[in-house]
């Protein structure tokens, strides 16, 4: 079932979950990652998924595990989907590039794109988060290896309390390693290890004097293609109530992108294993065109308005384009598919969000299941919203 009428939604990226198999023990991990799984898809499998996305449409493909480069048969898989024509994105700790996937993601680098963790400027901070003595070492020994083999990169830090006091050093590492994007990830899904985070977590007031001290930032935006360059374009997890006056687009979640989890479920976000209310089927059940195009959450979801959005999301000015930003933060803070976007939700209940991005400014959005408040001064108010705006919409 693959030729569908005019008008049907085209699926244009998806994410490839290869294995939960992981050398670190990252304490923000949303997908508890460690061992590789029973049942995880084989090498077959994995390509029948590439063709069938292909025929849908996609473009694009994320490999991410776990730690995709342990699994074996990895540069194979690499090697499939560039034959396919896909453009490639690639998410990994950093740690284990051995020279031979080294050779093959400098073979393939012309529509390759690699997305780097780096949660620290120091040994410290960065392995404090990592679980793994040595990483922050060998993640920049092989970020420079990259670099000189001509390969382009970003880099990914989750902001926690812990390394706040090292984001700028972290932006100049950035730049001197050659990256090409650091994404300031503002918060941790409370999925998996990440669980075990509140007590980490920044609040209004550190949020908002990071973004002021910072250069301007853009938005993390899901249609840009990171450019092949060498000056890291800085960007964060704010969401676009926030940072008015661009595009605003995301993952795409049910109406462009989908994620195939290591065991073949098919959901909404790579990180769904714990929710079944956000997945679609399994590939070893049904053809990913029947999943994409059939199943009820992927044909109910697509018809969302505004209103079918709980909390502040369904009062937001950019809802219609935003779509409640990330579900899988929502579903994981609130157990609820339609519940509000967490970081909104919290800046929203202590006076935070800014009254011109509300639809109607008398209506009262609080959630049903009253999420606890971030920490912060009583009073504080949000910075100017011109202080806020951001350099245009960006992102992969």
């Known amino acids: 079932m693959t030729d569908r009428e005019s008008g049907a939604h085209s699926l244009d990226n998806l994410t490839i979950s290869l294995t939960l198999a992981c050398n670190q023990a990252c304490r923000h991990c949303w997908v508890d ?7 995880e898809l084989d090498d077959d499998e994995i390509r029948s998924v590439l063709t069938q996305a292909r025929r849908l449409g996609a473009r694009h493909v994320k490999f991410t595990g776990g730690e995709p480069l342990l699994r074996p048969g990895f540069v194979a898989l690499l ?3 560039y034959d396919q024509g896909f453009r490639i994105s690639l998410e990994t700790n950093g740690t284990v590039l051995s020279d031979a996937t080294l050779g093959e993601l400098t073979r393939i680098g012309d529509r390759l794109h690699l997305y780097v963790s780096l949660d620290g400027a120091s040994p410290a901070t960065h392995e404090s988060f990592r679980g793994q003595r040595g990483a922050f070492a060998r993640t920049v020994d092989n970020l420079r290896r990259l670099r000189d083999n001509g390969l382009y990169f970003s880099i990914h830090t989750v902001v926690r309390r812990r390394n706040l006091h090292e984001i700028r050093d972290i932006l100049e590492l950035a730049g001197d390693l050659g990256a090409s994007q650091l994404k300031l990830i503002l918060g941790v899904h409370e999925l998996g290890r990440g669980h075990e985070l509140a007590e980490d977590v920044i609040d209004a007031g550190e949020l908002f004097d990071l ?27 704010l969401p676009p109530a926030f940072q008015p006056g661009g595009a605003v687009t995301t993952c795409g979640w049910s109406r462009s992108f989908l994620a195939v989890l290591a065991n073949g479920d098919v959901a909404i ?46 009062n937001c000015a950019v809802a219609e384009s935003c779509r409640g930003l990330c579900r899988a933060s929502a579903i994981a803070r609130y157990r609820d598919l339609r519940a509000p976007y967490p970081l909104c939700q919290v800046l929203y209940d202590a006076g935070h969000f800014p009254v011109a991005m ?21 009073g504080r108010r949000l910075l100017p919203l011109t202080a806020l705006s951001t350099a245009g919409p960006g992102g992969p």
């Not at 990652?33 to 049942?39: E, M, S």
């Not at 973004?211 to 930032?217: I, M, V, W």
């Not at 999943?291 to 909390?311: C, E, N, Y």
Request: a neutral charge.
């Open 79 to 81: 090697r499939a989907a």
């Open 33 to 39: 990652a460690g061992k590789a799984q029973p049942g």
């Open 358 to 378: 509300l639809r109607d400014t008398a209506r009262a959005t609080p959630y049903a299941e009253a999420p606890p408040a971030i920490p912060g001064s009583p």
């Open 211 to 237: 973004l002021a001290d910072l250069p301007p930032q853009r938005l993390w935006d899901y249609a840009w293609d990171p450019q092949r360059s060498r000056t890291p374009v800085l960007m964060t997890t």
């Open 269 to 314: 976000c790579q990180g769904m294993y714990e929710f079944d209310q956000a997945k679609a089927g399994n590939v070893r059940q049904r053809s990913l065109a029947d999943i994409w195009h059939d199943s009820p959450l992927f044909t109910s979801t697509r018809a969302w308005q505004v209103d079918d959005l709980d909390g502040v999301c369904g």
